[in-house]
């Protein structure tokens, strides 16, 4: 142990932190990792449909993954150089077929069985989203609202298998599945009609979750407007929230990039610790507009780490991440946003979280205000890099130096 942690531990415990405890804590934190940074949505499905849905993942940087090897290779590249607990967020779209292709109204756990026996060997979780997009029954933006019941019973299907796969991974690998519904339904214009599609949407939604599944923790992700439906999005967060809140078992997801740019995640989370017994997230960085940019540690991903941790939602609070940048290595994308999705709640971990609250509670306001300012410059970065090589990876830029040798020696090497 290094004198210099030593001393950063000797100034959060002169304020009542226990330091070790939080290293603990951190260490024991699951963030649920999405697979799709790895190829920028792409999926292993090879049909002609580029991604859509009102998401874009922009930029050419040579490198992606192009198969399930290339997608497992790289992705066991990224969690070598992460600390503490991983989990792999799946999308349907990334079904492995080995030959026998079937639509996703057909999918079955078979064709997960790889992930499993991946997720299984590293002794990671996983988790689980059905695909709503990038699907040619998907190209008018319309899947489980659509008025067309031949194309919005396909949805359902694909809805109701999916359920089937994420429960047939929980019990594989005895461990729980969130199962994540994001649709991208919406209209480009001012619709006629905005209660019919969600009444559809509600439908579906009931014929998707009447079957009961052990292990499958569901969840539906709502969204504010992407790009071409501009106007309207039928899975709206009023819509989502009266839905769950009227389902028991059903949680709402939040992606903080999908809200109004002045209203934040980490307000809402508390809100809905006040009903809900989880509360899934996306955590991404919206940039203007839900433009999905890797997540830097930065103010609220800090407030939203202190929303989870002082309010003892470490369990309940489950941390998935939504980012795709095709712009940068892409290896390294997953690396830095999870990094700094672990340094914030650690951050959070170091606060005095108890002498903040009664400072509130009794009023002392300058105080309050005197202390968190103060604590923005205790000496965080000592901790982490202490727990860092806790966990057997770079503590520093280093880490760095082997992403650089991976693109060298494998990724440029893709065609
Ligand atoms: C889209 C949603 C959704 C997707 C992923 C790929 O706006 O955030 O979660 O990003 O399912
Ligand atoms: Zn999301």
Redesign the pocket.
């Known amino acids: 142990m290094s004198t210099r942690f030593e001393q950063a531990k000797q100034r959060y415990s002169k304020l009542g932190v226990d330091v070790d405890a939080a290293l603990e804590a951190l260490a024991n934190k699951p963030i649920s990792i999405?697979c799709?940074q790895g190829d920028d949505?792409g999926g292993f499905e090879n049909t002609d449909s580029a991604l859509s849905?009102?998401?874009q993942a922009t930029g050419n940087y040579p490198g992606k993954a192009r198969n399930p090897e290339e997608l497992m290779a790289d992705f066991d590249k990224a969690i070598s150089l992460i600390p503490g607990k991983k989990r792999i967020n799946l999308?349907a779209s990334y079904a492995i077929f080995d030959g026998d292709k079937v639509d996703r109204d057909n999918l079955e756990p078979k064709h997960f069985a790889r992930w499993v026996e991946y997720a299984r060997s590293r002794g990671i979780g996983i988790d689980f989203?059905p695909t709503y997009f990038s699907h040619p029954l998907a190209s008018d933006g319309l899947t489980l609202s659509n008025p067309d019941e031949t194309i919005r019973t396909f949805w359902i299907n694909h809805g109701i298998a999916c359920r089937r796969i994420a429960a047939y991974i929980a019990k594989e690998l005895g461990c729980p599945v969130l199962n994540?519904v994001?649709i991208?339904d919406g209209y480009k214009d001012t619709p006629a009609d905005r209660l019919g599609p969600r009444l559809r949407l509600k439908d579906s939604l009931d014929r998707i979750f009447a079957e009961k599944l052990d292990g499958v923790i569901d969840c539906v992700?709502s969204?504010v407007f992407?790009i071409g439906v501009e106007s309207y999005t039928v899975g709206s967060s009023e819509f989502y929230l009266s839905y769950a809140a009227s389902r028991p078992g059903v949680y709402v997801l939040l992606?903080n990039?999908?809200y109004h740019p002045t209203e934040v995640v980490s307000d809402k989370i508390p809100s809905l610790l006040a009903f809900f017994d989880k509360v899934p997230l996306?955590v991404?960085r919206a940039v203007r507009w839900?433009s999905?940019h890797v997540v830097l540690f930065e103010d609220e991903l800090k407030e939203i780490a202190k929303e989870i941790v002082r309010n003892d939602a470490m369990d309940k609070v489950l941390i998935g991440l939504?980012f795709?940048d095709a712009s940068i290595n892409r290896v390294a994308a997953w690396i830095i946003g999870t990094r700094n999705m672990q340094k914030a709640l650690l951050y959070a971990l170091l606060q005095p979280n108890k002498k903040l609250k009664e400072l509130q509670d009794s009023g002392r306001f300058t105080e309050l205000m005197m202390l968190q300012e103060e604590l923005k410059t205790f000496p965080f970065g000592d901790i982490w890099e202490e727990y860092c090589e806790s966990q057997k990876v770079p503590s520093d830029e280093s880490w760095f130096d082997t992403v650089k040798q991976y693109e060298t020696d494998v990724l440029l090497k893709r065609g």
Do not use: A, M, S
């Open positions: 999405h799709w949505v849905g009102g998401i999308h989203n994540n994001w991208p992700e969204k992407g992606d990039g999908h996306h991404t839900d999905d939504d795709f």
